[in-house]
């Protein structure tokens, strides 16, 4: 930086560097919904659409569920990768992760196996089994693609090029567009159109990020372990892992313990969908924020200047994205949007308004806990944010049960009022919990 800046300049310019770096990554997060229409118009053009998509929905949730440790080595490598050999070691662990997937999968697609995961744990129709096999055995190849992609995007955001990860994506969606045109005409069966339509997709995604990564090579710039740092070995990593695919698991289970709360109010299948109609709207605004401000502080966390500003951009972040929820809420733009342009039923649209006045805040939470999150994952202390997601289930499971049984005239409300609740208990024990002072004698924890 030039001397001739003022220390204000000089705050400016990081705080640049940070929306620069978290915009783009925001927006990809918010754009990948967008991906789930395609792909519903792609099985709406072929012979059978509800059959196909009832096995496709079945096929590929539960396949992503035990692929999910690889999505989450891409915040590994970002944690260990300031250094060379934390980013071999947590490449390594990737890998790992990646064989042993790909190893459970082929036994899913291949085995009685799979007919007994699908069958008796998840109790798909049996009907549909052999479809939903169609869409395991094309799921053989994710882990590789998931493996590309959580390499590429984690080796961009050490980069500091997030736009690079917008840029794939943007060429995924044409791509699946042009595939939704193609696909449907062929002899393919039709579950396996929609299910190519999004692997494709996501190899595409996948191919363009490693792509852009390699062309970026020169702004990688690795550090020496500062003193206390601890080590870097492939332990570390998988000591790391561990929480981290916890707090995965239980954040995938926040929407069934929901809906299970709400099939015990008066009306369960208005609750269910006039909630499901709201969250579909509220997660574009959530996920700009959820799991991604956390890993923006991880990358620029380095010391008190750019501590200062990361503050101030967390703080103007969650709080520009719940207000403009809320006032889209209040001058009927959220109503509008979903009447007119998502095509929603006009009663579900004014039974949805209150659950999105409540829902408005949630970005504003979601933003506290992102910003103690992330001082966990810096300090490599994760085990702090599996144990804050247990608090925030257990105290979700409690309110929706509870206020589902003693209020069931409240219906959908009881969602969004135990999501909230959920993530005040989890920002307290990342409050109480999370590390106060860096390795290097940081101190993080004052003022948030």
């Not at 209020?407 to 989890?426: D, E, H, Q, S």
Request: glycine letters at 8%; aromatic letters at 8%.
């Amino acid at each position: 930086m030039p001397p001739a800046l003022s220390s204000r300049g000089i705050d400016r310019d990081r705080i640049s560097q940070i929306l620069k770096f978290h915009v783009p990554l925001g927006l990809t997060t918010t754009l990948i919904a967008s991906s789930l229409s395609i792909v519903n118009a792609g099985f709406a053009r072929t012979a059978s659409p509800e059959t196909a998509l009832a096995a496709y929905a079945v096929g590929h949730t539960v396949v992503n569920v035990f692929a999910s440790p690889i999505v989450h080595t891409q915040q590994l490598m970002v944690i260990f990768g300031k250094t060379r050999e934390g980013l071999v070691n947590a490449r390594r662990v990737l890998l790992g992760v990646a064989v042993a997937v790909f190893a459970w999968i082929t036994l899913m697609a291949f085995t009685p196996l799979g007919r007994f995961i699908y069958l008796s744990v998840f109790g798909a129709p049996p009907g549909i089994l052999e479809e939903i096999l169609v869409v395991v055995r094309i799921c053989l190849i994710l882990p590789v693609i998931y493996s590309m992609r959580a390499s590429a995007n984690a080796t961009l955001m050490l980069q500091r090029r997030t736009s690079m990860m917008t840029t794939s994506l943007l060429i995924r969606l044409g791509v699946m567009f042009v595939m939704t045109l193609i696909l449907p005409g062929t002899a393919l069966p039709s579950v396996a159109v929609g299910t190519l339509i999004w692997v494709g997709g996501i190899a595409v995604e996948a191919t363009s990020s490693t792509i852009f990564s390699l062309m970026g090579r020169s702004a990688m710039r690795f550090a020496e372990p500062a003193e206390g740092d601890g080590g870097a070995s492939t332990r570390d990593c998988l000591s790391v892992l561990g929480p981290l695919v916890l707090n995965g698991s239980l954040m995938m289970l926040t929407l069934p313990v929901i809906n299970a709360g709400l099939s015990r109010t008066l009306n369960p299948e208005r609750s269910l969908a006039v909630f499901q109609v709201a969250w579909n709207l509220a997660w574009m605004f959530v996920a700009f924020i959820q799991n991604n401000l956390r890993q923006t502080i991880v990358v620029f966390l380095d010391n008190a200047a750019w501590l200062a500003a990361l503050k101030k951009v967390s703080f103007w972040l969650q709080s520009a994205v719940s207000g403009l929820m809320l006032f889209l809420v209040l001058t009927g733009g959220a109503s509008f949007v979903m009447a007119n342009i998502i095509g929603v039923d006009e009663h579900l649209v004014d039974a949805a308004w209150p659950i999105l006045l409540i829902l408005s805040v949630f970005p504003f939470l979601c933003g506290m806990i992102e910003y103690r999150a992330g001082v966990a994952m810096r300090a490599r202390s994760v085990g702090v944010i599996g144990l804050a997601r247990v608090a925030d289930l257990a105290t979700l499971v409690l309110m929706v049960f509870l206020v589902g049984t003693l209020f069931p005239t409240l219906g959908a409300l009881v969602g969004p009022m135990g999501m909230v609740v959920g993530a005040l208990a989890n920002y307290a024990v990342l409050r109480a919990r999370s590390p106060e002072t860096l390795p290097g004698g940081l101190v993080v924890g004052e003022g948030d």
